[in-house]
T-cell receptor
Framework: AQSVTQLGSHVSVSEGALVLLRCNYS??????LFWYVQYPNQGLQLLLK??????LVKGINGFEAEFKKSETSFHLTKPSAHMSDAAEYFC???????????FGQGTELSVKP | EAGVAQSPRYKIIEKRQSVAFWCNPI?????LYWYQQILGQGPKLLIQ????????DSQLPKDRFSAERLKGVDSTLKIQPAKLEDSAVYLC????????????FGNGTRLTVT
């Protein structure tokens, strides 16, 4: 069975500060891992994905994530937060053949001026 | 390319009534998903189609929920009768194939059951 756990349902940072959103996964097979962002009243947009190639994955809008097998983690980071980054972020896992995604509970990111 | 289209955007019904949601995936996408997103939670898969066949409906409450994808393109999700706990956003997503292709999501239908 596969699952993801996002640590912290709400994270607040100041504009220009480091963003760190935590995700730990559980999977009995090599996982594919994803980060999605959801703005109010919109669907989910793919930020980045890990599919067993490079462990450091770069995505859109300056976000990146590092796959650490030893820690079963896939944390999302951005060096400098922007007001437009305020949104809900979801970590998700699928099996090596892809297909359906299993999502975490989500982390709401607030950015203070 | 045009994105995943869903309608309606919002729906308010009373409990025990019926409701249907419609999804038009991105052209050429063989795989279609329906997710339920309850407020404050991550999306939960209800059903996955590959063309017009069901791949996974293990979490679909089949006593009240049904879905179809006739002709392997558009899909409809129906709830009959609705319960208060069905209040959620229903998201449709599609992908080019089921394997290692990113999911593209529609904007969802927000259902409120009173």
């Amino acid at each position: 069975a596969q699952s993801v756990t996002q640590l912290g349902s709400h994270v607040s940072v100041s504009e220009g500060a480091l963003v760190l959103l935590r995700c730990n996964y559980s999977s009995s097979v090599p996982p594919y891992l994803f980060w999605y962002v959801q703005y109010p009243n919109q669907g989910l947009q793919l930020l980045l994905k890990y599919t067993s190639a490079a462990t450091l994955v770069k995505g859109i809008n300056g976000f990146e994530a590092e796959f650490k097998k030893s820690e079963t983690s896939f944390h999302l980071t951005k060096p400098s937060a922007h007001m437009s980054d305020a949104a809900e972020y979801f970590c998700a896992v699928s099996g090596p053949r892809g297909g359906k995604l299993i999502f975490g509970q989500g982390t709401e990111l607030s950015v203070k001026p | 390319e045009a994105g995943v289209a869903q309608s309606p955007r919002y729906k308010i019904i009373e409990k025990r009534q019926s409701v249907a949601f419609w999804c038009n995936p991105i052209s050429g996408h063989a795989t279609l998903y329906w997710y339920q997103q309850i407020l404050g939670q991550g999306p939960k898969l209800l059903i996955q189609f590959q063309n017009n066949g069901v791949v996974d409906d293990s979490q679909l409450p089949k006593d009240r929920f049904s879905a179809e994808r006739l002709k392997g393109v558009d899909s409809t999700l129906k709830i009959q009768p609705a319960k208060l706990e069905d209040s959620a956003v229903y998201l449709c997503a599609s992908s080019f194939t089921g394997n290692n292709s990113p999911l593209h999501f529609g904007n969802g239908t927000r259902l409120t059951v009173t």
